[in-house]
Structure formats: C-alpha cells, structure tokens
C-alpha cells in the first residue's frame, strides 16, 4: 500500500514543536517539562501526530454505530471478524481515517458491497468510500480484520488482550486497553473526541463451552452445533467511548439484583467465575454500597438503559462502560493493602469503588484528549473518600484523602501534551484528589460542593469535554476564579508553600513556590480560632489581636508550610 500523508498534519507537527520551543523560552520551567516529554517518548513521530489529533480525515465525519462481529480463538489466540461502522456526513468528503494496531491485520473494507481503497500511514489508515456522499446523510463501511492482537504482559496497565486459564484449565480471557487504545484488538475511530451516538452491537462468537460478558444488554445467543461455537449478542444503547469496549471470556455464572435508584430500578449484573460464586456474593454486597453512595453525590447513574455489571477479570480491574472488571481477589483495600496508609482504605473493595466510580468520570464525561485524563482519575480517586464520607462519615473521608497524599511524586505535571496521545503524570489520581479536596475547603460549603459534582454530570451527560470546560464550570458554579488554582497542581509541579512569620500582632503571610499571580483563601488557626486568610505571593499583613499567637493551618488543604521564625 501507498503511504498517505497529510499536508494539515504535516504542518501540525511543525507548529507543536515550534510551540514547544516558544513555551520553553517564555517559562523556565516549561524546559524541564520539555525535555522530560522528549526523554520519556522520544521524538514526536508522525504517527503520534495522527493518533493524537482530529485530523482532517477524521473531522469531517460523525461516529453514529458499531456493529463488532468477531470471532475469538483461544487455542490461536487470534480474532476475526468485522466492524460495521456508520457515520454522518458533516462536511465535504474526504478519505475515513481509522485505526488498526498490529499485528492484526486490515484484510478488506467494503461499502455497498464494493471493496474500497485503503492507504495506510504505521498504524493509521484511511478509507476511501464511496464518492458523492451528501452531508447531513449516514453510510456506513464494513472493516474486515484478522490476525494475532498484542498480548496483554500486565494488564491492564500494559493492555491488549490477556490470554489466561482459570483454576479448571478453563480460558479466562479478556480486553484492557486503557491509553493503548481500542484499535489494539478492533479497528475503530481511535480518538475519544467521538463516540458512537447510538451505541455499540457486539457480536462475539467462541467455543461453547465459555462464557463472553460484554457492554450493555444480552439480548440473544446463537449456538452453532456444527462448529460448537455460541455467539453472544450484546447492546449498547448510549454512547461509549473506545477502551470502554471490551470483552471478558470464561467459565462464568451470573447472579443479579435491582437497585431502586434515582432514576428507577437499575439491574446490577455479576458475572464470576463458578468456583468463586460464594465469595462472589458476599464481596459484591459493596457493589449497590457503591452505587448508592456515588449516586449521591455525583447524580443517577449515567447508563440505567444498559445496566450495571461488575464482571471478574484475569487482572484487577478496568471501567468498561456498564461492564466494570474485577480482579482484587474479594477482599477489602487494593490487593489486601490500604493505599493511603491510615487504616481506612481497609473499609471498602477499590476495586469495586474506583471502577465503578468512572462509570460517571470516564465513562459519562470523558476528555477529548488523553492529555486531560486527571478529569478521568483525579474525580475518580475523589470518589473514594466520597464513598467514605457518605458510609462512614467526614473524619475518616479526610483522613484517607490526606493520606493519598504519599503516593504523590510531583515529578512532572498532571496534564500531558496535547495532540500528540500523551497523557500526563500518575500524579493524576491522588494529587488530583487532593486538588479537588483543596476546593472544596476554598468553597466551604458541602450543598455547593455536592450540587457542583451533580451539575457536572448533568451538565455534561454523555459528552466528550476539555480541560477547559470543566474549569469554567467550577468557576461559573462556585463563583470563584480557580483558574491560577488550575495552572498551579495540574500544570506545575510545585506545591504552593504558606510563608509566614509574626510581629508583635501582626501575622505576616505570603503564597511561594507559585505560579504567577496565583492567590488562594486559605483557612488558619489563630490560637485555635479559625480565621480565613487570602494570601498573595508578596508580603501581607493580618492583624492579630493577641501577641505571640499559636498558628496552624487546616489539614485540608494541599500546601506546605513555612514558619520563617520558627517560634509560633
């Protein structure tokens, strides 16, 4: 095939590098940031370029439908099979762009019956349909694809597909593929910009004697006795991002329940391994635990018409849209140990809280650009001492909160480059809980804080958004101009330090290790009273009323501090 390459995405390249180099100049520590994002990836290659933008071969067309009909093979470990892809026409016509990693293998695209050209760039390739397609109307193309996916090594942090046998020597197999992206085991339209707007069909046919749980509803199942395979048909009524899709193959059995929720009976669906039924059914007690508690504070659960199901998986854990998988072994913590080190990470399954916490953040709201994925993680991680909080009450919430705060490594920023599929620091998850821990205590006010996690949910149902957006929203709902509040933990890696020193009755306060202009109230203890102060980065006098005060600052917030003195 002959390599295609784009005038546009050509000129993309040489405008983030140009970018980069300006940034650099202009802020110092944009230097550091820099060469960090070359160290760690290397060149940036044209093929990152076109997996991580909308180019102009991906702009001109909306996603509407997959219809995924494949075959998986274990004893081969290889797929087959078709993905039947429809789109609207948004503007004129030009080549589809989709991907397909490998080593699988794009045998034939067809539209109409008629096979179509096809030019392919690494991984990237672009579909020539058809010619006088009119805008505002939908088509669709037929991807036939076949081969070998990527293996799984640790999944799901190095994703693909994994490959395992349970404790019967049953195939227990399954799909991760969170930052690899879809188009590791499916050829798709691999941005998260665009969802399918009408859902997914699934078709995943194996050996009858297993098992596969995939997204949304079952609604039927075909056995093929000459081949001694079943196909099981599952639908996905709302939209879905990529890595959402999955499939989980194996030896399982299935118990449910209805959970009356906010916005109707919810069928919660549990599909397990038959050895580890009873263990099963007591552990995912925390599943409707969950489901309430996140409910509460976030809104009705996104996706009631395709059902919730938590799903045992060959590895800890991923939240596919309506088919979160587990792997924690039933037992409280992650992985039997308590992450924040204080004792009450040991009161709740993660697994079965953080997973099923993205069903809002991840699944419901999603980023345009993995670069912005903290808005994945960081409310995620939030949600735990959310789930705390609601359960077992504000004091235990946040101390487990403070306690995440000895994974963070501050080492690089929490948003990664965009346009280019990076995405930024692990810092994420608990930093970015402790950021929007932060908020909270600026916001003081738990009805606001609550209507604000809701609002976003409601706000923006269903959708792809930006960093962006989600920071105009906080600030439009609260009130209050975050903005330097942003720049400071999700695009610095220092963390702001509190200086301050008394004399006589007065306190002397400043905001260092900041960004520019950046100013945040703060809440301090002056002999045990609480007093709120609005420090800058320059010298700024409180006054106090009574001479050699004790001073302390609220736990809560994210922050060093620093007594000049060193005597109050």
């Known amino acids: 095939m002959t390599i295609f390459q784009s005038d546009s995405t050509a000129f993309s390249f040489k405008r983030l590098i140009t970018n980069l180099l300006f940034i650099a100049v202009l802020f110092p520590s944009s230097q550091i940031f820099a060469a960090q994002l070359f160290a760690s990836k290397g060149e940036v290659t044209q093929q990152d370029i076109l997996r991580g933008s909308i180019t102009p071969e991906r702009e001109w067309w909306d996603l509407t439908h997959y219809h995924l009909d494949i075959k998986v093979d274990p004893e081969n470990k290889s797929i087959s099979g078709t993905n039947t892809m429809k789109y609207k026409v948004l503007s004129q ?82 799909s991760s593929c969170q930052g690899l992206g879809a188009s590791i085991w499916w050829p798709n339209k691999d941005h998260a910009y665009d969802e399918p707007n009408n859902g997914v069909l699934m078709s995943v046919e194996v050996p009858e004697h297993l098992f596969d749980v995939s997204n949304g509803r079952l609604t039927h199942i075909d056995h093929n006795k000459v081949a001694k395979t079943k196909t099981y048909h599952w639908e996905v009524m709302n939209p ?38 009873a263990k099963a059914k007591k552990q995912f007690k925390e ?21 919730y199901k938590l799903v045992e998986a060959p590895y800890l854990g991923m939240e596919h849209q309506s088919s979160v998988t587990y792997g924690n072994g039933y037992q409280n913590g992650y992985l039997g140990s308590d992450r924040s080190q204080t004792g009450v990470g040991m009161l709740f399954d993660f697994i079965i809280v953080h997973e099923t916490g993205h069903e809002w953040f991840a699944n419901n709201i999603t980023s345009v650009d993995i670069a912005d994925m903290w808005i994945h993680e960081s409310f995620t991680s939030y949600s735990e001492s959310l789930f705390v909080e ?15 705060r000895m994974n963070i490594k501050n080492k690089s920023p929490i948003i990664g480059t965009y346009n280019i599929h990076q995405e930024g620091s692990g810092d994420m998850y608990d930093k970015g809980a402790n950021m929007l821990h932060t908020i909270r205590q600026v916001v003081n006010n738990d009805t606001t804080w609550r209507e604000l996690l809701r609002g976003l949910n409601k706000t923006f149902f269903h959708q792809t958004v930006t960093t962006q957006q989600v920071e105009q929203y906080i600030n439009q709902t609260t009130g209050y101009d975050f903005s330097k509040v942003f720049d400071q933990y999700l695009r610095d890696i220092r963390i702001p330090t509190l200086e301050y020193f008394v004399k006589g009755t007065i306190l002397k306060v400043k905001w260092s290790n900041v960004v520019d202009d950046f100013t945040m109230p703060i809440k301090i203890f002056i002999n045990n009273k609480e007093t709120w102060i609005t420090p800058t980065s320059t010298w700024t006098d409180v006054e106090i009323k009574a001479a050699d005060p004790t001073i302390s600052v609220d736990p809560n917030f994210y922050v060093n501090t620093l007594n000049i003195l060193g005597n109050h």
């Open 93 to 174: 016509q030009k080549a589809l762009q989709v991907e397909l990693q490998q080593p699988l293998l794009l045998d034939k695209v067809t539209q109409n019956g008629k096979i179509l050209d096809v030019t392919q760039q690494g991984y990237s390739y672009f579909i020539k349909a058809l010619p006088n397609a009119e805008i505002g109307k939908e088509y669709a193309v037929v991807m036939h694809f076949s081969g070998i996916p990527k293996e799984a090594i640790k999944a799901p942090w190095d994703g693909g597909i994994t490959w395992n046998k349970d404790e019967n020597d049953i195939d227990f197999i399954a």
């Open 240 to 277: 879905i991002n990529n890595y959402g899709v999955n499939i989980n193959i194996g030896d399982y059995v299935n118990f449910n329940e209805v959970y009356q929720g906010e916005n109707g009976k919810l069928d919660m669906n549990y599909y397990v391994l038959r050895d580890n039924l």
């Open 287 to 307: 599943a409707k635990r969950t489901i309430e508690a996140l409910e509460h504070w976030f809104g009705p659960y996104p996706f009631y018409e395709d059902s």
């Open 390 to 404: 609601y359960h077992f009450g504000k004091e235990k919430s946040f101390e487990y909160v403070r306690g995440q």
